[in-house]
């Protein structure tokens, strides 16, 4: 059984945050104002969360595994507590930057002050510690000296690898015989189900196939649609439209049909469906009904993988199909097998030339334990190649996760939980943050950094001159050397563009976020108590979403999907607010429009913004208050998208997206924080942190921006990458 873990490592990151250069400003600045009694309840409070932080190592030792355990709750009421510290110091910080614009320009500025609010914030918070300081006595939790462990950080841009596939030839030689076979006896379509547990190699197997049939030319087109759990024969068919075509799908299904039959005609081609799921045999009629209108040519395949047996029997009773599927059944690997993925996985991120024998033979006790999944040999052999002593490969090899005898599908999590573990504790909140991606999603790197950023998860070692981005790809590397992330692609320059994730790392997410992420449809009712940080509410589902007001006072991240007026009906709530993605694509684009939430502006300290729901035709004049916002993303195809003036007020905004020269700020030269931005400007120099800059289809542009002799080239030499249609100029 998986423990609930979450407050184990979600106070030290805040604690720490008090010694960040916002807090310390808005300290500073209180404490210099109103009256004597601020400044004595900020020390109070201070002095309050180090005697609380000293015995934060004592109840996390002490507390039981159950939800009513006392030590269990005082950890828990501590966790919202620490968060409205951080909320409340948040707002000293926006009243600060407020003042600053404001008297921007002016020589003499004027002196920012508290708040009746926030003072009165202050107040009950520091007699919620005294509470929390009388129960700890009761529970006799003892004080221990707090040292926050040190993580070493390296700047890093370059492309770990993917591992070496191990103990799979003979699966893709077989199925590749199979496939073979049945084209042979001259079938429109036939093809084999990949069929094992989660955590077999499945997808490795089906893409090495797909690799093979592409490099040996066996047949004319081929394709791969990621099912998973909602299996919908439309999506299919459009996802084989625009793989094919290379353009968006049309509206209607029968001229989609259509033009894909024209696209097969005297073609024969290869679909792969991974991760399928469905029981549903209509749907796999309907399906196999509409692929019989679209073929024309015979000796057609189809490949999927699923970890459920009666889905694969359930694919031989289609009527395309009846006498032309096989299933395929996946072995586990020798111990020897997954002895040779840990010792591959543990030279190649080391950069040692060789392990000794006794690692050698604890890893080897290790490889036996994996119960012939690779994936669990990839995941352990990351973790024990950040430890490689003898004393941290006994520890992994004696971990009592081994030997769970439950269920297999809880007892891969719990293995897997062993390198999750051993993270340090804002690596652990970055990947369960992850679980807010739907499975099988691209993650692109820089989007994911900026979020981990926006929550505040990024923390900057003492004496360390790297930027949060740069701390951010240091975290991402970390993580995807433990195989945490897979599928990496990178760009022409070499840098990593975006990852996966495994559906069972997914799974690992999933259950390790389970007090903090919640993932909905319409029509949900949400419990009143919960204690979730993270919302995503999807698309489909019909009805009004029932959230109550406790509940959106504590969350922190807010994706919604084509619903921007589940945004507008509870914005007003969102008193925590960091993350908001109100998401669309260019596929559901729509004549229909939606007035954004009016008072935007009040959510004070929103970092990160990613608008894409073509609904939203203009934004509000308050986007210009969000002094905080650090990421400002807008879909490529909203063009005619409204911004308001002002938005040189965003002093903190570091990443700039947008597709139209309608959408420049003006006043872009006051925006001295930027690091990214997409088009060229007459104010390049007074952007002194700007990082990152791509010019796209610009002919007589990049030719002043040649590098050293173009006119431009001076005022863009600072900037650390640029990017001019794909290339260095």
Not at 79 to 105: I, S
Not at 185 to 197: C, D, F, R
Not at 499 to 512: E, G, N, Q
Not at 678 to 705: D, H, S, W
Request: hydrophobic share 40%.
């Amino acid at each position: 059984m998986l423990l609930d873990f979450v407050t184990n490592f979600i106070l030290p990151p805040i604690i720490e945050a008090l010694g960040s250069k916002s807090i310390s400003r808005a300290y500073r600045w209180w404490t210099a104002s109103d009256s004597s009694d601020h400044e004595a309840q900020l020390t109070n409070l201070r002095n309050s969360l180090k005697m609380i932080q000293s015995m934060i190592n004592d109840a996390e030792r002490k507390q039981g595994e159950k939800s009513d355990d006392p030590v269990r709750l005082w950890l828990q009421d501590l966790q919202r507590l620490a968060y409205d510290v951080e909320d409340v110091l948040d707002e000293c910080d926006y009243e600060h930057l407020r003042c600053c614009v404001e008297t921007r320009g002016e020589k003499k500025r004027k002196r920012s002050s508290i708040t009746s609010d926030i003072v009165d914030k202050i107040k009950d918070i520091n007699v919620s510690f005294d509470e929390l300081k009388e129960r700890a006595r009761l529970l006799n939790l003892v004080s221990h000296e707090f040292h926050p462990t040190a993580m070493q950080l390296t700047k890093t841009d370059s492309l770990l690898g993917d591992s070496k596939v191990f103990g799979r030839e003979d699966d893709v030689l077989r199925i590749l015989d199979m496939l073979d076979d049945l084209r042979e006896k001259g079938y429109l379509i036939s093809g084999v189900s990949i069929v094992g547990m989660g955590g077999l190699g499945k997808t490795t197997v089906a893409k090495l196939i797909y690799k093979k049939a592409q490099e040996e030319k066996r047949y004319d087109l081929v394709a791969w649609v990621c099912v998973s759990e909602d299996f919908n024969e439309e999506t299919i068919l459009k996802e084989l439209y625009e793989h094919f075509k290379g353009c968006p799908h049309p509206s209607s299904i029968n001229v989609l049909v259509e033009d894909l039959a024209k696209e097969l005609e005297r073609k024969i081609f290869l679909l792969v469906l991974d991760d399928m799921w469905n029981k549903d045999y209509s749907k796999w009629n309907a399906f196999s009904d509409r692929l019989s209108r679209i073929l024309k040519t015979t000796r057609n395949s189809i490949v999927v993988t699923t970890r459920d047996e009666e889905v694969a029997f359930g694919m031989m009773k289609m009527n395309l199909m009846q006498n032309s599927m096989q299933i395929y059944k996946m072995h586990k690997l020798s111990g020897h097998e997954c002895w040779s993925i840990i010792e591959e996985k543990v030279l190649r991120l080391s950069g040692k030339q060789s392990i000794s024998s006794d690692l050698k033979d604890i890893g080897a006790e290790i490889a036996k334990k994996c119960g012939g999944l690779p994936l669990i040999a990839i995941v352990i052999g990351g973790a024990l190649s950040r430890e490689i002593q003898t004393s941290m490969w006994k520890a992994i090899r004696d971990n009592n996760a081994w030997n769970l005898d439950s269920e297999k599908g809880k007892w891969i999590l719990s293995v897997l939980k062993i390198s999750f573990d051993r993270l340090l504790p804002p690596l652990k909140k970055c990947f369960s943050y992850c679980s807010l991606f739907p499975k099988d999603f691209v993650i692109e790197k820089d989007d994911l950094v900026q979020l981990w950023m926006a929550q505040g998860f990024l923390h900057q070692p003492n004496e360390s001159s790297m930027t949060m981005e740069e701390i951010g790809d240091a975290y991402f590397s970390y993580l995807l050397s433990n195989s945490l992330f897979q599928d990496v692609k990178v760009d022409a320059h070499g840098d990593i563009k975006s990852c996966k994730m495994h559906d069972v790392v997914h799974d690992l997410a999933l259950a390790v976020a389970k007090d903090e992420t919640l993932i909905v449809k319409a029509g949900c009712k949400i419990d009143e108590n919960a204690t979730i940080l993270h919302l995503r509410v999807k698309h489909d589902g019909n009805g009004v979403l029932d959230i109550p007001t406790n509940f959106l006072r504590r969350l922190r991240s807010l994706f919604i999907e084509e619903r921007v007026e589940v945004f507008n009906r509870v914005a007003s709530d969102l008193k925590s607010l960091r993350s908001l993605k109100l998401m669309g694509s260019l596929k559901l684009r729509t004549p229909k429009t939606e007035e954004l939430y009016p008072a935007l502006g009040e959510l004070k300290h929103l970092r990160y913004l990613h608008i894409s729901d073509s609904k939203i035709k203009a934004l509000p004049g308050s986007l210009s208050m969000l002094y905080h916002l650090q990421t400002f993303r807008l879909a490529w195809y909203l063009s005619t998208l409204q911004i308001p003036d002002n938005m040189s007020n965003l002093v903190n905004l570091r990443h700039i997206y947008f597709y139209n020269d309608k959408h420049v700020p003006k006043g872009i030269g006051h925006l001295t924080s930027l690091q990214t931005l997409p088009m060229f400007f007459g104010a390049m120099q007074r952007l002194t942190n700007l990082r990152y800059l791509e010019i796209v289809g610009c002919p007589k542009l990049k030719e002043r921006c040649t590098k050293y002799s173009g006119a431009e080239w001076s005022k863009i030499s600072h900037i650390l990458q640029v990017n001019i249609d794909g290339q260095e100029p």
